[in-house]
């Protein structure tokens, strides 16, 4: 059995609404947390780094350690099993992308889409992601808001 390490960013700005990426790829549409997999070689927090930069063009500060998956989940994508860490995380400069207001709201056509919403924490709900352990990270953040 193959592990995949995954790293996310919980980035959450002053008006208490969290980034959510929307992407399409391996014919998928799929609503998550800005990240990715971890690349041999990297520790946890530069690989975040680097996701946000490759995803977001985007320098981070990561602020805490938020929840490491702690029960089984297989890959949507593979065969592996999926260990999944996020951080809670803040940006440096402004972010420059061009917010959406709804999903899957892309500017381009291709195999490989990416576009970005906020979504109020108070108003987050496991629908709102689309794989189990993003869910049960919406419970967590919920639950650390006061809003479960």
């Known amino acids: 059995m193959q592990h995949s390490i995954r790293v996310y960013g919980l980035l959450i700005n002053a008006d208490n609404e969290i980034l959510i990426s929307d992407e399409k790829q391996y014919g998928m549409q799929f609503s ?7 690349e041999y070689g990297e520790g946890t927090i530069d690989g975040l780094k680097r996701e946000f930069v490759e995803e977001c063009n985007a320098e981070i500060e990561v602020v805490d350690h938020f929840y490491t ?3 089984f989940i297989k890959s ?3 065969d ?6 996020y951080y809670t995380v803040k940006n440096i400069h402004a972010l420059q992308l061009n917010f959406k207001n709804k999903p899957f709201d892309f500017d381009s056509e291709g ?14 709900k ?8 993003d869910q049960h990270v919406v419970k967590l953040l919920k ?5 479960s």
């Open 69 to 71: 998956t702690d029960f």
């Open 80 to 85: 592996a099993q999926i260990i999944s860490i």
């Open 111 to 124: 195999d490989v889409l990416q576009a970005f919403r906020w979504l109020k924490v108070s108003e987050l």
């Open 143 to 147: 639950q650390q808001y006061g809003f």
């Open 126 to 133: 496991v629908e709102d992601v689309t794989f189990p352990i």
């Open 76 to 78: 949507a994508f593979s």
């Open 32 to 38: 998550k947390f800005p990240g990715g997999g971890l």
